[in-house]
């Protein structure tokens, strides 16, 4: 027993100290959003920040963990939290057809603006993880055991949203949705920890541990979560690499096609304009018609010569410049010169 009664006493005390930590967080996000910094609540220059909303959910959580097993204030705030995740889930999946909440409040729009769905989820099963363990002191293995098991699923989301963060690629930035900050994925893995050890010794997956003395729960529990960060991190990172090798070796391929067929296509242009100015008949007509000395037919037969290029190298239209950059004629024959400028709504 005296045994029992020690490891129950570390437990309250990893209890206090994992919520401490993320309530004290909790404060401080809360206090520079208040203040206009940005810092405290992104964690980084890119990141995005965490909304008062949801660390004022962290902190409710914090604070129901640190107040213990059989209190009502613990329930009831482990029961705001969770209300407040379950109506912004609501609110992502039946978007309009949730009803609005009054003004005073804030309404559904603004907390699905700034709470992510992957904040959301976790906070609920936490709520709910919390409610269980306050409600159910002592012999009540099975609550403690499924307030263990729904921790289990923000332990999960929280390891990954932290793996993308140290791999650099943050889970969800760069789409329509709003990801998860950083902030809020380390606040919820110290709370899910906390749930974990608010359970007890003898409460899956902490069980498998032992409580034996001698040993450190805590510490081996810690090192496992890290050693996972570490090997996910390190796998993620290897797998970005790769893709971005794979991703640059195609667009290497497509940027040497385009710039063959942009080579091409130059060819061709300069064959075009090297069969103009060798033909002396074509470059005769030319400058009489610029010069205006030519005979009547000359006009005609250079607008049909045009449209017989247009025609067979694809142009969409082929126009004659004088020296001064002006158009002076132009295939078809259909379009007008307003103010030394094409006349485009013509365009075919």
Known sequence: MPQARAVRQAYQSYVKSLASLAGVWAVVVLLARLNGLRFPATLGSN????????????LALSLALL?????????????????????????????????TLPAQWAHGAVLRAKISLLTAAPVLCLAIASGLVAAFPG????????????????VASCLVVLISYAAGVP?????????????????????????????????????????????????????????IL??????????????RLIVQDELAAICE?????????????????????GSSLIQGRIRQFLAGSAPAGVEPALREWMESVRGGEGYIRVVLFDAQGRPRLMAPA???????RLQLGAVP
Request: net charge positive.
């Open 257 to 277: 096609i385009k710039a063959d067929q942009l080579a091409d296509w130059c060819a061709v242009r300069q064959g075009d304009t090297t069969q103009v100015s």
């Open 67 to 99: 107040l213990g097993r059989g209190s009502r204030w613990a329930l009831a705030l482990a029961a705001l939290a969770g209300l407040v995740s379950l109506w912004v889930m609501a609110a992502y999946l039946l978007g309009s057809r949730l009803p």
């Open 139 to 154: 012999a009540r293995w099975r609550a403690r055991q499924a307030g263990a098991i729904l921790a289990l699923g923000p």
């Open 171 to 227: 889970l969800l930035y760069g789409g329509s949705n709003t990801p998860m900050t950083l902030p809020a994925a380390g606040m919820g893995m110290l709370l899910s920890l906390a749930v974990l050890f608010a359970a007890g010794a003898d409460a899956w997956p902490l069980a498998l541990f032992g409580a034996r003395p001698g040993r450190a729960p805590l510490a081996g529990f810690l090192l496992l979560s890290l050693a």
């Open 230 to 243: 570490a090997g996910g991190t390190f796998i993620l990172r290897g797998q970005l690499r790769t893709a």
């Open 47 to 58: 990141y995005v920040a965490m909304s008062p909303h949801a660390a004022g959910l962290m």
């Open 334 to 340: 259909d379009q007008e010169l307003v103010f030394g």
